[in-house]
């Protein structure tokens, strides 16, 4: 969890993004693409099981940083998380 929380945090600065972009960005950033399959325990990324351990994860502190996310308006919007730091 920690290096998937730093990873993800390098990559997004504090700025909101969807499970589904964020795995996007991980097909063209290997770091951020190994972070996350070894958090999830996949070789390969699929939106949902990254969802589920997001949710599993959520507010949880490892290394001053966690994951947030903003409450959903609707439920045809995606969730946007975000890494807090507690620096």
Sequence with gaps: LRVALEQVYAETLGDSFSIASLVSKAESNNNLKNALC??????????????????NAKER???ELSFHHYPSKSKAVAIQWYVKSTR
Excluded: C, M, N, P
């Design 38 to 55: 070894e958090w999830v325990g996949q070789d390969k990324l699929e939106t949902r099981r990254l969802g589920y351990a997001f949710r």
């Design 61 to 63: 502190i490892v290394s």
